[in-house]
């Protein structure tokens, strides 16, 4: 089946910094990539969706220059959280779309973001 | 979308049949019905999806009634490691790329 790496699984920071995420199809090539966060008890909550060589688009009330995505390639997205505060502490997941899977999306396994 | 409803939780024992109700009254002709489960701290996991015949995998069953309006999800044997939060989404299927919505899905517990 289609796999999705996602790295680190697990970060821990201090408030101010930057921290990247990067999420990679290994065995198909993703049209689209998703970013989701989840934070505790809750569901997960589409941030933006990103097309290989086009800009993000971003979810009502998130913040693009906060969260930096770059889809440079068909088998790699990258979200970066710029400035981290504590309130960005979350479980952040991707996922990916193959060209030809319809809707059938692929989930990383996700990363734990603390931010100290 | 269609908006979907789901019991909050269920329980399920072990080696038993898991039965996951989803209603979806409001469904159009081209919306199909997907499946997702989340385990504790991972991503989700695809398990299934269908448009208005019976589909069955490797994973499970899933039966959509004939006016379309509510189907189940049905793990055959239940064990430990299904216990998850299951996801029930509907969606048009196409190449639009659109992102799926995740509702607050059903907490299944598996005991021994």
């Known amino acids: 089946g289609a796999v999705v790496s996602q790295h680190p699984s697990w970060v821990i920071c201090k408030s101010g910094t930057s921290v990247k995420i990067e999420c990679r199809s290994l065995d198909f090539q993703a049209t689209t990539m998703f970013w989701y966060r989840q934070f505790p008890k809750q569901s997960l909550m589409l941030m933006a969706t990103?097309?290989?060589?086009?800009?993000?688009?971003?979810e009502q009330g998130v913040e693009k220059d906060k969260f930096l995505i770059n889809h440079a390639s068909l088998t790699l997205s990258t979200l970066t959280v710029t400035s981290a505060h504590p309130e960005d502490s979350s479980f952040y997941i991707c996922?990916?779309?193959?060209?030809?899977?319809?809707?059938?999306?692929?989930f990383g396994a996700g990363t734990r973001l603390s931010v100290l | 979308d269609a908006k979907t409803t789901q019991p909050p939780s269920m329980d399920c024992a072990e080696g038993r049949a898991a039965n996951l109700p989803c209603n979806h009254s409001?469904?159009?002709?081209?919306?199909?019905v997907y499946w997702y489960r989340q385990i504790h701290s991972q991503g989700p996991q695809y398990i299934i999806h269908?448009?208005?015949n019976n589909e069955t995998n490797e994973m499970a069953s899933l039966i959509i009634t004939e006016d379309r309006k509510s189907s189940t999800l049905i793990l055959p044997h239940a064990t430990l490691r299904d216990t998850a939060v299951y996801y029930c989404?509907?969606?048009?299927?196409?190449?639009?790329?659109?992102?799926?919505?995740f509702g607050k899905g059903t907490s299944l517990l598996v005991t021994p």
């Open positions: 996922s990916a779309r193959a060209a030809l899977a319809k809707n059938i999306q692929y």
């Open positions: 269908g448009l208005k």
């Open positions: 990103s097309n290989e060589g086009s800009k993000a688009t971003y």
């Open positions: 409001t469904i159009s002709g081209n919306e199909y």
């Open positions: 989404i509907v969606r048009e299927h196409s190449n639009s790329g659109y992102a799926l919505n």
